[in-house]
């Protein structure tokens, strides 16, 4: 019989249990910590638990937030078989049994049941250059919202402290724009003209230029007679700085992003696909991953969350039925606003065409959106498994 470690993941530390055979649990549940010793502890129980059965040992484990990640480094490097269960399944398994038991004992023998039912396949593995790829889309998306809420709180507080400012120049959050409010709520305008010359370079002319510094300094004039809120000033003078901040962040990491995206021939590939930019193309590829790992376009639909439930029973069908969501939320999320650029201005013109046709049924907005996703996602399947470009 095959011996096997079940380890239950959990955060810093984790417990092993190893079995010699199916219900032969091999020495005591033991907790190992995340670390060199832990690691170098489990290193020792498999080649005990190998030197006792004659036959080397496989480790299943589930996969749980980020804590598995360096358990499966040092079983990657030690050369160790190791199978990364879904949790769904797990899930699903536990609740075959009459008793609802719940311990880290209890899941490390669910796991090591599921091994010997033959319910645990092996995982699939990708190239380290997708997972660095999509550790940087995902922390790009999180800086982003952040970005985005203190746009809203600088706007409101800009409206209460300094409101001429607002209309100045045409985008009110442009690196040149913050600069500038920056100086002026320093009240140090007299260099303001420098400033903007060395933010927008040639692009402007001096008499533009010269006119922006005029009108910037009557504001701040008028704007020191004025009575304000000291407490606003400071918010909204730390809300510019970090603005400022995030958009030297953001520049930062989607210039990584491009770089590591021109390693996969697959960004280019969804860059072809109208309406689709080099974030967007880049965030999908992240979440995707190897196109070759699904045996069909259905099969990355179902990864993606966007295949409809089913519910029937007896002579009940049910005829509304939502998308199950039990996919990548972040795939999704790519997805949508993937379709929302194709259907602007009919820059895809068959997402658009369909987008059109399912209206026109009467179907409510986001349901068409959300279908218009699985047919992109077709879409994406069949120019990744082709390696040829979108056709319009």
Known sequence: MQPVVEIDVAKGVSVIQAFIGREKPFGRMEKLHHGPEGFEQLGELLGTLKHKSGVEPFVVLEATGHYHRSLVGYLKRSGWTHYIVNPLQAKR????????????????????EMYYRGDVKAHREWEETYTELQHLTRQHEFVTAMYVQAKLNSRALLEQVFPDFIGLFHNLYATTSLKVLERCLENKVEDVG?????????SHSKGWITEKTKRLKELVLGWKTQE?????????????????EFDKQLNHLEKQMEELAGELPEVELIKSIPGVGNKLAAAIVAELGDASQFKDAKQLVAYAGLDPGIYSSGKFTATSNRITKRGSKRLRRALYLAVQCGIRRRANRRISDYYDKKRKEGKPYKVVVIACANKLLHHIYAILSKSEPYKA
Do not use: F, P, Y
């Open 93 to 112: 398994s536990k609740g075959t049994q009459l008793r609802k038991v719940k311990t880290d004992a209890a899941d490390a023998w669910h796991l090591a």
């Open 194 to 202: 420098d400033l903007i010359l060395e933010c927008v370079g040639k």
């Open 228 to 244: 304000k809120s000291q407490s606003q000033s400071i918010a909204l003078t730390s809300m510019v700085s970090l603005l400022l």
